[in-house]
């Protein structure tokens, strides 16, 4: 049963989004996904309730259009291709406020490990893509 799995809170934008054009606004999702999200997401649902929070959570027409998108991306991907397990569709839920995750995978974030970073290394910072 989904309820029993732990939450993995994903970011959209970097994370299952792309992101290269940058922001365009809580509706407009332009980039594909990034390469391999398809094929991860499938073993990571076995083991995980798959909840996408982001920036744009706050708005219900954008929470729509991740969906629309994530349906969208995932026809092009089979088209190109991809190869699932099963014709069922993935299941994700969407979050309008942060969930209490067991783990958080987000392009902009550090771990903390109980050493406070200092603040150059802070300033210093880049997510994966730049």
């Not at 729509?64 to 994700?92: H, I, N």
């Not at 969407?94 to 150059?120: H, N, Q, Y």
């Amino acid at each position: 049963m989904n309820e029993n799995k732990p939450i993995l809170c994903l970011d959209f934008d970097g994370v299952i989004h792309s992101y290269s054009s940058g922001w365009q606004g809580d509706t407009v999702i332009p980039d594909p996904v990034v390469p391999g999200f398809f094929e991860w997401a499938e073993q990571a649902a076995k083991a995980f309730r798959l909840v996408i929070y982001s920036s744009r959570s706050k708005n219900p027409d954008a929470i729509t259009a991740m969906q629309f998108y994530l349906a969208e991306q995932r026809k092009v991907w089979r088209d190109a291709g991809g190869k699932t397990e099963t014709d069922a569709p993935l299941s994700f839920e969407f979050a309008s406020e942060k969930p209490a995750a067991f783990l958080t995978i987000d392009d902009r974030a550090i771990t903390f490990d109980g050493t406070w970073p200092s603040v150059s290394a802070l300033r210093a910072f880049r997510p994966w893509n730049k």
